[in-house]
């Protein structure tokens, strides 16, 4: 726990590549796509080196790259080695996304967003984002997504009601308990009572009263 925390510390020093929250798109073919990707540094950028590489059945495409000189600014030029890809990042976002013109099956596949900042002394930093090309957009998914979220959603239900139902015997099986202790000791103090009828019996009674 500890260590994760301080490496997730440590790590958000250096560079950091993000291709999103959902580094995931299932898009049909022939539409335009954008292929997501930010950069972060707490200790600030200088002629930082990025590139977008495809995954060619096992073989790194570089399908794009540049150099950003500083913090905020655009990187110029950008050198594009693929078909139908456009640069759009922009510097006052730390924005180094790509489009994807009319995208085929063929573009289907993992596209990695790789920086390296000579400020860290040439570590590599990157972040994967994964493109699936569909002929039409599938209801079938849909179906199991629902089909999924319910199963999931019944068994938070079913443990609530298990949780709330324990925790209600639990009480009851206390009150239960309890009222067994003050009986008890209703019982054992008028037994008391009776033993010492000659004695003090002045502030016997109200002991169960207090608990
Ligand atoms: C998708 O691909 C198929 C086969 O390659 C093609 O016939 C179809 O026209 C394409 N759809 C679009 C919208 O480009
Ligand atoms: C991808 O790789 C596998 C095994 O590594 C090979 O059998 C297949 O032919 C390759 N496909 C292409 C399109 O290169
Ligand atoms: C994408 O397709 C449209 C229509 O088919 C075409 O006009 C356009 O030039 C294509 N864009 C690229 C970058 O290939
Ligand atoms: C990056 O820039 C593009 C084009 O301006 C925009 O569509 C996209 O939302 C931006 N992404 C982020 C994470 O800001
Ligand atoms: C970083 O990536 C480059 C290739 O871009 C490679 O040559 C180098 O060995 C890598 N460095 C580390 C520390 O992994």
């Known amino acids: 726990m500890i260590l994760t925390l301080s490496l997730g510390v440590w790590s958000a020093q250096g560079l950091e590549m993000s291709t999103g929250k959902v580094p995931?798109?299932?898009?049909?073919?022939?539409?335009?796509?954008?292929?997501?990707?930010?950069?972060?540094?707490?200790?600030?950028?200088?002629?930082?080196?990025?590139?977008?590489?495809?995954?060619?059945?096992?073989?790194?495409?570089?399908?794009?790259?540049?150099?950003?000189?500083?913090?905020?600014?655009?990187?110029?030029?950008?050198?594009?080695?693929?078909?139908?890809?456009?640069?759009?990042?922009?510097g006052?976002?730390?924005?180094?996304?790509?489009?994807?013109?009319?995208?085929?099956?063929?573009?289907?596949?993992?596209?990695?967003?790789?920086?390296?900042?000579?400020?860290?002394?040439?570590?590599?930093?990157?972040?994967?984002?994964?493109?699936?090309?569909?002929?039409e957009l599938r209801v079938v998914d849909n179906t199991l997504t629902i089909i999924i979220a319910s199963a999931v959603g019944g068994a938070i239900a079913l443990l609530m009601t298990f949780m709330l139902v324990k925790n209600f015997i639990l009480f009851v099986l206390f009150k239960i308990e309890e009222k067994k202790k003050i009986e008890c000791l209703v019982q054992s103090s008028s037994a008391d009572e009776t033993n010492n009828v000659s004695g003090s019996k002045t502030s016997k009674p109200t002991t169960p009263k207090k608990k």
């Open 24 to 90: 995931f798109l299932e898009a049909l073919n022939g539409s335009t796509v954008i292929l997501p990707c930010t950069y972060a540094s707490c200790i600030g950028i200088k002629n930082l080196y990025f590139n977008w590489q495809y995954n060619d059945n096992g073989t790194m495409q570089k399908v794009c790259e540049s150099v950003i000189p500083l913090d905020g600014m655009d990187p110029h030029p950008v050198s594009i080695y693929r078909e139908r890809v456009d640069f759009i990042g922009t």
């Open 92 to 135: 006052d976002h730390n924005n180094i996304s790509i489009l994807l013109w009319n995208i085929t099956f063929e573009d289907e596949g993992q596209y990695t967003c790789f920086g390296r900042n000579p400020k860290e002394k040439g570590k590599n930093h990157s972040a994967i984002f994964t493109l699936v090309v569909v002929d």
